[in-house]
């Protein structure tokens, strides 16, 4: 039997890495996350790449994520759950949120549409992201350039453009974690995914 596919998706400090190993609890499943820490994932993630138009690290992550969909498709034929901090819609709202006015959304859209597998579910995980930037902040790591607040602004609006788009579950981030995961797993059970402890 096939596995499960759960992508989780939010702006950053919502959560999603909570969700994701809490969704997991006991059974056979591989927690994986993009950017990858392959090759190109690893590349992206540290930045060595520099400072690089839009459109171009678009195309790179989705190049990452064209990799990993193949590694997920073989973990989900051994009919393992596969849940996924990001995948398709990351790049979708992280990039047209540096494009600006610029962004072509069909074309985020449509260049990943012959790589990726259609996920069971996406939950996006929303909440206000003055209080997800205030998340990141008490970490005491050093931001990333895509953690400021007017840009997880923009990014926060086409999550829920997305969330209309394609049907994502929406829950309200902003409560505890155990009420979030609660919200999840009734969210999962009415698609049909049994996601209870």
Same mark, same amino acid.
């Given at each position: %039997?096939?596995?499960?596919?759960?992508? @989780?998706?939010?702006?950053?400090?919502?959560?999603?890495? /909570?969700?994701?190993?809490?969704?997991?609890?006991? $059974?056979? !499943?591989?927690? /994986?996350?993009?950017?990858?820490?392959?090759?190109?994932?690893? &590349?992206? $993630?540290?930045?060595?790449?520099?400072?690089?138009?839009?459109?171009?690290?678009?195309?790179?992550?989705?190049? +990452?994520?064209? @990799?990993?969909?193949?590694? @997920? =498709?073989?973990?989900?034929?051994?009919? #393992?759950?596969?849940?996924? +901090? #990001? *995948?398709?819609?990351? /790049?979708?709202? *992280?990039?047209?949120?540096? %494009?600006?006015?610029?962004? +072509?959304?069909?074309?985020?859209?449509? &260049?990943?549409?012959?790589?990726?597998?259609?996920?069971?579910? !996406?939950?996006?995980?929303? &909440?206000?992201?003055?209080?997800? &930037?205030?998340?990141?902040?008490?970490?005491?790591?050093?931001?990333? #350039?895509?953690?400021?607040?007017?840009?997880?602004? $923009?990014?926060? /609006?086409? *999550?829920?453009?997305?969330? =209309?788009?394609?049907? *994502?579950?929406? @829950? +309200?981030?902003?409560?505890?974690?155990?009420?979030?995961?609660?919200?999840? !797993?009734?969210?999962?059970?009415?698609?049909?995914?049994?996601?209870? =402890?």
């Amino acid at each position: %039997m096939r596995g499960t596919f759960i992508v @989780i998706e939010g702006i950053d400090g919502s959560g999603k890495t /909570t969700l994701a190993k809490r969704l997991a609890g006991s $059974r056979d !499943v591989w927690l /994986t996350a993009e950017p990858t820490k392959g090759r190109l994932g690893s &590349m992206l $993630r540290s930045g060595e790449l520099g400072d690089i138009p839009p459109a171009a690290e678009a195309l790179l992550f989705a190049a +990452d994520r064209s @990799i990993h969909t193949a590694e @997920i =498709e073989s973990e989900l034929e051994k009919g #393992r759950w596969v849940i996924c +901090d #990001r *995948y398709a819609g990351s /790049t979708v709202a *992280y990039q047209s949120a540096s %494009m600006g006015d610029s962004a +072509d959304w069909d074309w985020l859209n449509s &260049m990943q549409a012959h790589s990726v597998i259609r996920p069971d579910a !996406v939950i996006l995980l929303d &909440m206000d992201p003055e209080e997800s &930037m205030a998340r990141v902040g008490s970490r005491g790591e050093e931001l990333s #350039r895509f953690e400021k607040l007017d840009f997880q602004r $923009r990014v926060r /609006t086409a *999550y829920l453009r997305l969330a =209309e788009q394609f049907g *994502y579950i929406v @829950i +309200d981030a902003s409560k505890g974690a155990d009420e979030v995961f609660a919200d999840a !797993v009734n969210a999962l059970k009415q698609r049909g995914i049994d996601a209870s =402890e």
